[in-house]
């Protein structure tokens, strides 16, 4: 795989971590936040703060090295047209 290929995945696998981490995030604390089939006044509010929220560290560093990847790639192919 070059550099460009991995670089895009990279990116990719950052975005699809951070969409689904931070989705599954409102999904329980709207779960939660149910009494009666109804959202309560305030509950939801109250589940999103109880409700564990997921450290960004795994989706920061894909994307740094997703960025570094393309970057990378982008000055080899500089310097084989020089």
Not at 9 to 29: G, P, Q, Y
Request: hydrophobic share 50%; aromatic share 10%; net charge positive.
């Amino acid at each position: 795989m070059n550099k460009r290929a991995a670089g895009i995945t990279l990116l990719v696998i950052s975005a699809i971590l951070f969409i689904s981490r931070n989705s599954t995030h409102f999904i329980v604390a709207a779960i939660m936040g149910r009494k009666d089939n109804v959202l309560g006044e305030g509950m939801f509010e109250y589940a999103l703060s109880v409700t564990k929220s997921f450290s960004f560290v795994p989706e920061i560093i894909a994307l740094c090295l997703g960025i570094i990847y393309l970057v990378w790639a982008e000055m080899d192919k500089k310097k084989e047209v020089h």
